[in-house]
């Protein structure tokens, strides 16, 4: 299965750390996120990789090039467990494809329309937003034997977050049909608050229907001038059945703007005993 990760945003609640450094290159601890989004999708068996960058985003493209000189320098001098970080950093399967203008979500997974498509019986694939982290790799196994149990139909994360937060992502509504998996029956980007059928918002991970690509080629911008997945969604619960699973929001972690990504990194760093006794 193909896995797209959308990479090639602005970053702009970040500047001006993200002017030079890609959002997704911030490290959470050790590693910078978009790694944690790749192993995770490696661990999901994902067998193509696709990080969709910009022009301006090289840094991401060398962080996951083979650098031998390093590796020989650091091996030389005995420190041996960097080498191997920067070997395994080096060698993760995943290619690059450009999005030319930074148009919104929807146009990021759409460049990748091709290679989903060019199979003789496109697939479902994954897409992980490069900005968000499941460390555990929990949520996509979960999401995967949904689809395989309800015909490959496509399933969505979601998690509840407080009501007066909906406006700031996309959400969803239908019926529970098990305690953590829904039935969708409709989808609204960004809605305000009295507007929102539920508070059941959109995580970053969704395995979809190939059907989408088809959709988000004629998607018009929508929230925010964009062109929004969301709305493609929506045209494609007007086909096929979809499905959501609620994770329990302490499984990923949004590292998009500067709170959320120190809150990340207390997190991790308390559950793996880095901080001590400090905080
Ligand atoms: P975000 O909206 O969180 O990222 O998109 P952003 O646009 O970079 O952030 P702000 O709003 O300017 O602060 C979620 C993911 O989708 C990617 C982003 O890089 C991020 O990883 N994305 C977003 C694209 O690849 N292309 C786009 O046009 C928009």
Known sequence: MKAIIPAAGLGTRFLPATKAVPKELLPVLEKPAIQYVVEEALAAAADEIIIISSATKHALEAHFN???????????TGKTAYAEAVHHAGNLPVSFIEQAQPLGLGHAIHCAAEKVCAA??????????????????????????????????????????????????????????????????????KPPQDRAPSNLAIFGRYLLSPRVMELLAHTVPGVGGEIQL?????SLLAEEEMYALVIDPEEGFDVGTVESWLITNIKLARRRGILGELL
């Open 120 to 189: 003789v019986a496109p697939e479902p694939f994954y897409v992980l937003l490069g900005d968000v982290l499941v460390p555990e790799n929990s949520i996509l196994p979960r999401m995967l034997a949904i689809s395989q149990e309800h015909d490959n139909a496509s399933v969505i994360a979601v998690f509840e977050v407080p009501m007066e937060e909906v406006s700031r992502f996309g959400v969803i509504a239908g019926e529970a049909i098990k305690q953590d998996i829904w039935r969708i029956s409709e989808m609204v980007e």
């Open 66 to 76: 083979c650098d031998l000189g390093l590796e020989a320098l650091l091996a030389a």
């Open 230 to 234: 969301t709305d493609a969604l929506v």
